[in-house]
């Protein structure tokens, strides 16, 4: 199996993406590896891993929407807006599940928030959950957010299961914060599972899928002899010139980004205007 691979992979609860990560590393034997989103220890579900050169694609994948299914328990109050960090359970009025539903639909839409304080957010190069399992003061900056869609999946009282597609940078467990403050009562997940970044998803009987990452980037593919019939003029060492970063240009080929796919590597070029070209990324090994 070569070093350079795009995996889905089914992380278990209660373990941090960080230690996953590791006991992949060595189960592939690959020394470097790194992963797209976070999930939080107690959060199980899809984590895309990249080994060896395919870490340098993850700006580029296509992983909007994310999808989760989670459970808002009304009447937990945590810190952490989670089950790691419950402070007290209240018991708290049966709501009826129009209401609930009323509630969830309302959240669509664009939101400013204000990340929780155990994130993996930054703050002067310390995450904001290490100074907050510190005792300090954690002040975060409000961001942004859109949810695309939201689901109420059931409701057993106090439990509501639902689900939600969101954009990057989305907290669901903030999101579980806002549902119950407009239900004025607090709320934390008792339970948060990541069904997808983007297409990429894995089950959780699957464990682990191997995924073709030309599949997962947004941009039109050319093969050599599709540049060939636009561009007679390309030379037969194309793929030796662009695997070497030479400058070349391609004739005849409309601005824009694309990935350029030989028989065992891939580039991704933007080509301009006047048929010039510049390397995005420059000889991935395929899988």
């Not at 407009?182 to 297409?199: F, I, P, T």
């Not at 464990?207 to 030309?214: A, E, K």
């Not at 002899?225 to 070349?248: H, N, R, V």
């Amino acid at each position: 199996m070569r070093n350079a691979l795009l995996v889905a992979t089914y992380k278990p609860p209660f373990i941090s993406s960080n230690a996953y990560l590791s006991s992949l590393k060595r189960q592939f034997n690959i020394k470097k590896a790194g992963y797209l989103g976070t999930l939080d220890p107690f959060a199980r579900g899809v984590l895309v891993v990249g080994f060896g050169s395919y870490t340098r694609l993850f700006p580029y994948l296509l992983k909007t929407p994310k999808t989760y299914r989670a459970t808002l328990w009304l009447g937990a109050k945590s810190a952490s807006l989670d089950i790691e960090r419950i402070e007290s359970i209240s018991l708290v009025q049966e709501r009826d599940v129009q209401e609930i539903k009323d509630v969830l639909d309302s959240m669509c839409g664009r939101i400013t928030y204000t990340p929780p304080i155990f994130s993996a957010k930054h703050i002067g190069g310390k995450r904001a959950y290490e100074l907050a399992r510190e005792g300090r003061a954690v002040h975060l900056a409000q961001v942004q957010m859109e949810i695309f869609d939201i689901e109420l999946l059931s409701f057993t009282h106090p439990f509501i299961h639902f689900e939600v597609s969101v954009s990057e940078g989305a907290y669901v467990r903030s999101i579980g914060e806002m549902i119950a403050h407009k239900l004025q009562v607090h709320g934390a997940l008792s339970s948060l599972e990541r069904v997808s970044e983007g297409e990429m998803s894995v089950s959780q009987n699957e464990g682990i899928r191997i995924l073709n990452p030309l599949d997962y980037l947004p941009f039109t593919k050319l093969t050599f002899a599709q540049i060939q019939a636009l561009s007679p003029q390309i030379s037969a060492t194309l793929a030796s010139d662009i695997f070497q970063g030479k400058k070349i240009t391609l004739k005849n080929i409309q601005k824009g980004k694309y990935i350029v796919c030989f028989e065992d590597f891939f580039s991704i070029i933007e080509v301009f205007a006047d048929g010039s070209i510049d390397y995005i990324l420059n000889r991935i090994a395929l899988c």
